[in-house]
Nanobody, 128 residues
Protein backbone atom coordinates (compact mmCIF):
# COMPACT_ATOMS: atom_id res chain seq x y z
CA UNK A 1 0.00 0.00 0.00
CA UNK A 2 1.46 3.32 -1.07
CA UNK A 3 1.64 5.87 1.70
CA UNK A 4 3.12 9.28 2.36
CA UNK A 5 2.78 10.39 5.96
CA UNK A 6 3.67 13.88 7.06
CA UNK A 7 4.63 14.73 10.62
CA UNK A 8 6.17 17.57 12.60
CA UNK A 9 3.46 20.18 12.32
CA UNK A 10 2.12 22.24 15.17
CA UNK A 11 1.89 25.68 16.69
CA UNK A 12 4.99 27.87 16.58
CA UNK A 13 5.66 31.52 17.30
CA UNK A 14 6.76 33.91 14.58
CA UNK A 15 10.47 33.59 14.04
CA UNK A 16 10.48 30.00 15.23
CA UNK A 17 11.46 26.80 13.47
CA UNK A 18 9.92 23.45 12.65
CA UNK A 19 11.07 20.41 10.75
CA UNK A 20 8.55 18.45 8.78
CA UNK A 21 9.07 14.84 7.81
CA UNK A 22 7.46 12.91 5.00
CA UNK A 23 7.75 9.15 5.45
CA UNK A 24 7.17 7.02 2.37
CA UNK A 25 6.17 3.37 2.19
CA UNK A 26 4.91 0.97 -0.42
CA UNK A 27 7.04 2.33 -3.25
CA UNK A 28 10.66 3.08 -4.06
CA UNK A 29 11.19 6.62 -2.85
CA UNK A 30 14.39 7.06 -4.85
CA UNK A 31 12.40 6.72 -8.07
CA UNK A 32 10.36 9.81 -7.27
CA UNK A 33 10.93 13.49 -6.94
CA UNK A 34 9.20 14.90 -3.89
CA UNK A 35 7.46 18.18 -3.40
CA UNK A 36 6.16 20.01 -0.40
CA UNK A 37 2.96 21.94 -1.01
CA UNK A 38 0.80 24.01 1.29
CA UNK A 39 -2.74 25.23 1.40
CA UNK A 40 -3.82 28.12 3.56
CA UNK A 41 -7.48 28.68 4.44
CA UNK A 42 -9.35 30.07 1.47
CA UNK A 43 -6.38 29.76 -0.86
CA UNK A 44 -5.26 27.38 -3.53
CA UNK A 45 -2.64 24.74 -2.87
CA UNK A 46 0.80 26.04 -3.80
CA UNK A 47 4.23 24.54 -4.24
CA UNK A 48 6.76 25.35 -1.53
CA UNK A 49 9.81 23.28 -2.38
CA UNK A 50 10.74 20.29 -4.49
CA UNK A 51 13.70 17.95 -4.55
CA UNK A 52 15.02 15.61 -7.21
CA UNK A 53 15.07 11.84 -6.89
CA UNK A 54 18.50 11.56 -5.30
CA UNK A 55 18.54 15.03 -3.80
CA UNK A 56 21.08 16.73 -6.00
CA UNK A 57 18.72 19.46 -7.12
CA UNK A 58 16.11 21.48 -5.30
CA UNK A 59 13.70 24.29 -5.98
CA UNK A 60 12.13 26.83 -3.65
CA UNK A 61 9.25 29.21 -4.05
CA UNK A 62 10.32 32.82 -3.67
CA UNK A 63 8.22 33.16 -0.53
CA UNK A 64 10.34 30.61 1.35
CA UNK A 65 13.75 30.95 -0.29
CA UNK A 66 16.46 31.42 2.30
CA UNK A 67 14.21 30.27 5.15
CA UNK A 68 13.25 26.68 4.20
CA UNK A 69 15.54 23.79 3.33
CA UNK A 70 14.42 20.56 1.70
CA UNK A 71 16.41 17.36 2.04
CA UNK A 72 15.91 13.65 1.70
CA UNK A 73 17.32 10.43 3.08
CA UNK A 74 16.38 7.66 0.70
CA UNK A 75 17.87 5.05 3.03
CA UNK A 76 15.21 6.07 5.55
CA UNK A 77 12.53 6.65 2.90
CA UNK A 78 12.02 10.11 4.32
CA UNK A 79 12.01 13.66 3.00
CA UNK A 80 12.40 16.66 5.27
CA UNK A 81 11.49 20.31 5.21
CA UNK A 82 13.39 22.46 7.66
CA UNK A 83 11.50 25.70 8.19
CA UNK A 84 13.19 28.63 9.91
CA UNK A 85 12.15 32.22 10.54
CA UNK A 86 8.53 31.24 10.27
CA UNK A 87 5.97 33.94 9.55
CA UNK A 88 2.22 34.06 10.17
CA UNK A 89 1.72 33.82 6.40
CA UNK A 90 3.35 30.38 6.49
CA UNK A 91 0.28 29.09 8.33
CA UNK A 92 -1.21 26.31 6.24
CA UNK A 93 -1.68 22.59 5.88
CA UNK A 94 1.54 21.20 4.45
CA UNK A 95 1.47 18.21 2.14
CA UNK A 96 4.18 16.10 0.62
CA UNK A 97 3.68 14.55 -2.79
CA UNK A 98 5.63 12.29 -5.10
CA UNK A 99 6.10 12.37 -8.84
CA UNK A 100 7.92 9.83 -10.96
CA UNK A 101 8.35 11.77 -14.19
CA UNK A 102 8.68 15.51 -14.57
CA UNK A 103 10.33 18.06 -16.81
CA UNK A 104 11.85 20.43 -14.26
CA UNK A 105 11.51 20.82 -10.52
CA UNK A 106 10.21 24.34 -11.07
CA UNK A 107 7.45 23.02 -13.29
CA UNK A 108 6.64 20.30 -10.81
CA UNK A 109 6.45 22.80 -7.98
CA UNK A 110 4.44 25.28 -10.02
CA UNK A 111 1.22 23.48 -9.27
CA UNK A 112 -0.15 20.43 -7.55
CA UNK A 113 -1.72 18.82 -10.61
CA UNK A 114 -0.24 15.61 -11.87
CA UNK A 115 1.46 14.38 -8.73
CA UNK A 116 1.38 10.60 -8.39
CA UNK A 117 0.93 10.26 -4.64
CA UNK A 118 -0.13 12.60 -1.84
CA UNK A 119 0.05 12.58 1.90
CA UNK A 120 -2.84 13.73 4.04
CA UNK A 121 -1.10 16.81 5.34
CA UNK A 122 0.05 18.32 8.61
CA UNK A 123 -1.09 21.66 9.97
CA UNK A 124 1.33 24.43 10.81
CA UNK A 125 0.10 27.46 12.67
CA UNK A 126 2.43 30.41 13.12
CA UNK A 127 1.03 32.69 15.75
CA UNK A 128 1.98 34.49 18.92
Amino acid sequence: QVQLVESGGGLVQPGGSLRLSCAASGFALDSYAIGWFRQAPGKEREGVSCISKIGKRSYYADSVKGRFTISRDNTRSTVYLQMNSLKPEDTAVYYCAAKNTYTTLQTMCAGPDGMDYWGKGTLITVSS
